[in-house]
């Protein structure tokens, strides 16, 4: 099994994992959209009362703020996890990962 399969296989597992608490994903589904809403609508309310902030319009900077978003989700759907490997090296657990035969990247 190569290693683009075995990435793809762990995203299938824990999509199905998200997927059996189902009410769980719908809450924290809607929450982070809500989450968005009400930063989006800080937004609208500074270029409502200033009109444009430094020469930029709301229609440049919630293009800014949607690729923000979507660049900050996908990197986070593809590396999640590497921002826990100090702690995992700190605490000695890091050691397991190496002792498997697949990268520790995965």
């Known amino acids: ?5 075995l990435y793809f296989r762990y995203i299938d597992i824990s999509f199905r994992g998200q997927m059996q608490y189902r009410a769980s994903f719908v809450m924290l589904t809607f929450g ?3 989450v968005t809403g009400i930063e989006f609508i800080g937004i609208l309310v500074l270029f409502d009362r200033f009109g444009s902030l430094q020469g930029w319009t709301l229609p440049e900077v919630a293009l800014f703020y949607g690729l923000i978003n979507l660049a900050f989700s996908l990197t986070d759907a593809v590396s999640r996890g590497f921002d826990d490997m100090g702690n995992r090296a700190k605490q000695g657990e890091f050691d397991r990962l190496l002792l498997r035969p697949r990268s520790t990247v995965f």
């Open 1 to 5: 099994m190569n290693a683009f399969r």
């Open 32 to 34: 982070h959209f809500l």
